[in-house]
């Protein structure tokens, strides 16, 4: 699957900002989905991930309450609303495929993901 993220710009701390990311084929819906971001000099880190069909999500503290990732199987697309944004919230971010189906924990972890969006820079102005 091959996926494009789109969305990200430049907000002042407290806006909001819609990232899309749209993946290619016919099995997207074979896929949990997960946003990652990286900011300079740091790690990549988890963001949010969502299950095949919607229905599981897991938030990362620093982001839950004020992320919300949802999906559409129809269009290929998940989504990620970010309101109240941060200035901490300033990075790059990537979505990302796992394959494998999810049991009692959800995949949190850069190496449970197969397939990466090119990424789509968030800045947010203090």
């Known amino acids: 699957v091959q996926l494009q993220a789109s969305g990200g710009g430049l907000v002042q701390a407290g806006g909001s900002l819609r990232l899309s990311c749209a993946a290619s084929?016919?099995?997207?819906?074979?896929?949990?989905m997960g946003w990652f971001r990286q900011a300079p000099g740091k790690e990549r880190e988890f963001v949010v991930c969502?299950?095949?069909?919607?229905?599981?999500?897991y938030y990362a503290d620093s982001v839950k309450g004020r992320f919300t990732i949802s999906r559409d199987n129809t269009k290929n697309t998940v989504f990620l609303q970010m309101n109240n944004l941060k200035f901490e919230d300033t990075a790059v971010y990537y979505c990302?495929?796992?394959?494998?189906?999810?049991?009692?924990?959800?995949?949190?972890?850069?190496?449970?993901?197969?397939?990466w969006g090119q990424g789509t820079q968030v800045t947010v102005s203090s």
């Open positions: 990302a495929a796992d394959p494998d189906p999810w049991g009692w924990e959800t995949p949190k972890s850069v190496r449970e993901y197969d397939y």
């Open positions: 084929g016919r099995t997207f819906s074979s896929y949990g």
């Open positions: 969502i299950s095949r069909s919607g229905g599981r999500t």
